[in-house]
């Protein structure tokens, strides 16, 4: 065997070991698993973004906005229920669609995939009317990338960015020094935030074990003002919600009618 054919196998080995460890950033639940009977509990309604795109909707009395909100790699829609509650409490309507391969969507996740997801469920709420100054994106950790590409290429009124990241190869070099960052890339927060151009709320837990806490502070640290940063002690990854308790809904009631009201006294783009 020559030393090519040899180069041309690791290279070929290395390449199925990066698409794998890429692939591996979604785990998709599938219908009919999941909590489907939350639906009734967060009396959330089904809507078809496209033949293939699910989501819930959960219309609020007297809402001042829309939230779109981006869920993380895990589960799907019915695991979100909580958060629509909160959200809908906090006074704004929320559509949380699930992303191609999960719930009740069609498909395969994939980076692009999803941001085309995401693209579709934005359409989706102004065409329901929703100027994009009267919509928050609400980003839920791998959510987060997909919010913060979305708001680079829009002017929603604002973006919560939920346990962020500035990097899949940042966490995979957490995860796995060395080795790590070179079988995993994609979804760039860093590289795309300094684009957004309305208000930022990072929330973090403190105790955060998947994504490190200086890894929440470093997308921070590259975003533009207007900005804020709240750490929630005693917080895990996907606890942030419960530990925080009311005062998670406070602080997303006060972030989005300050998000509104400024982006409503300026003009609103697509």
Known sequence: ??????????AGGFGVLCALANRSAFFPMRF????WDQQAA?????VWITPRLHAWWKPAPEARCATLFLHGNAGNVTHRAPAMIEIAAAGSSVLVPDYRGYGRSSGWPTESGVYDDARLAWRHLLAQGFAPN????H????????AVRLASEVRP???ILEAPFPSARAVAARVLPGLGPLLVWGFDS??????????????????????DYSLGRALYDAAPQPKEFWTVPGAHHNDIQFAAGPAYRERLRLFMINACAAALSSPSQP
Do not use: H, K, N
């Open 190 to 211: 860093r590289s795309r935030v300094g684009l957004v151009r309305a208000p930022l709320l990072f929330i973090q837990g403190d105790r955060d074990e998947v994504i």
């Open 32 to 35: 009919p698993e999941g909590e």
């Open 42 to 46: 967060a009396g959330a309604q089904d």
């Open 157 to 159: 009124a604002g973006i």
């Open 139 to 146: 980003g839920e950790s791998l959510g987060t990338a997909v």
């Open 134 to 137: 009267r919509i928050i994106l």
């Open 1 to 10: 065997m020559s030393w090519r054919a040899v180069g041309l196998g690791l």
